[in-house]
């Protein structure tokens, strides 16, 4: 019933897992460099992903399964006419993240969590966006060809989560290579966070939140080494599988303003471009 549900949903007029931005940003709010990307994947069954969700989400599929994704990187956020203060914008990140269709059938990205090295950076994302970043002591460094990443969770909710990973990458992927899991893994445009409770509380509303950026410089990758305990703080099993694995050096990324997510396209926003002007 989930898979048949979750490829009803995904049926959109909008390709949101196209090679490049399926809409153009009207008003940019934020730039960030992603660098030193790994993304680990592995595939859960459809209700041990839906039963993390809001109930206005439901679980995105690929042949009947759902995906849960740990990506590593280095983050540089510049705010729109706002300079880079080095200390406090540039910092190693890990995220755990599943792939929802929303509200208004479009398909995105809903964090189970985000480890960032800076206090400031958390405590604030954590009022604004209103996604779950926790502080932890999290490193991205380079030895020779491979890459290695460590995080080790403090606040809030304490020590024991935690992820070692060494992904070293193999083969690059030319972006007209990618095979249909690549695209439905790595092409993502939307992100989906909980909005400000509206008194009474009936139900959450959404937030959807559009980004551009070029399409992703991707390597098929080895990963060796890997302990982790994110996935099960974050209310899933142990995977039993190696990870799928994939590197990118990184991308420079613009966010849009956040608007809600409604099933009226009257509240939608952005300007839907055509695949000719995608690439211009």
Known sequence: MLAEQGAMDADSAVDDISLWPPERIGSRTMRQRWSDLAFLHWAFPPEAVQRLLPDELRVDLFDGAAWV??????????????????W????????????????????GIWFLSLDAARLGATLVARKTYRIPYVWSRTKVHH????????????????????????????????????????????CRWRLYSP????????????????????????????????????????????????????????VDVWFGARAIASHSPSEQTGTRLSPAARSA
Do not use: K
């Not at 969770?153 to 690549?182: H, I, K, M, Y």
């Open 69 to 86: 994704g740990i990506v590593p990187f280095r983050l540089e956020i510049s705010l729109a006419r706002l300079p880079v203060v080095p």
């Open 88 to 107: 406090v914008s540039r910092f190693a990140e890990i995220n755990v993240r599943t792939y929802v269709v929303g509200p208004d059938g479009r398909r």
């Open 143 to 186: 030895n020779g060809t491979t890459v290695r990443y460590e995080t080790e969770r403090r606040w809030p909710r304490g020590r024991g989560a935690a992820l070692t990973a060494q992904v070293e990458p193999n083969s690059f992927v030319p972006p007209d290579a990618c095979s249909p899991l690549e695209r439905f893994l790595t």
């Open 195 to 250: 909005a400000p409770l509206e008194l009474p509380a009936l139900h959450i509303r959404l937030f959807a939140t559009q980004v551009e950026h070029t399409p992703w410089p991707l390597w098929r990758a080895r990963c060796r080494g890997l302990r982790e305990t994110l996935l099960q703080a974050a209310g899933l099993d142990r995977p039993d599988r190696p990870a799928l694995a994939h590197f990118s050096p990184g």
